[in-house]
């Protein structure tokens, strides 16, 4: 298991996983990929937020290769953060 920047993560073929937008839901992913042997990597961007108070914030993006991409939606599911991208 290893973290990656997305730049070096690009020959996997990445595919988005989860945005996570505070440290303690990052710090959980991390911990849930981490712990499953999943090789991640992740990026800082910018999500548009959907509440009524809406906004443009930076956001924690975790990518995964796209052949670990179920896995790693079961895994994070499994603890508890199923708040995660599904496939296009």
């Known amino acids: 298991m290893a973290r990656f920047t997305l730049d ?30 999943i090789d ?21 993006f975790f990518y995964v290769s796209n052949h670990d991409a179920q896995r790693s939606r079961e895994c994070l599911h499994a603890c508890g953060l199923t708040d995660t991208i599904a496939p296009e």
């Not at 073929?13 to 839901?25: A, K, M």
């Not at 990026?43 to 937020?49: A, D, M, P, Q, V």
């Open 8 to 37: 070096e993560f690009l020959d996997r073929g990445p595919e988005l996983i989860y945005i996570s937008g505070n440290l303690v839901d990052a710090e959980h992913v991390e911990s849930a990929l981490g712990g499953n042997e």
């Open 40 to 60: 991640y990597a992740m990026n800082i961007e910018n999500y548009e937020n959907n509440s009524f108070l809406g906004g443009t914030y930076p956001g924690v």
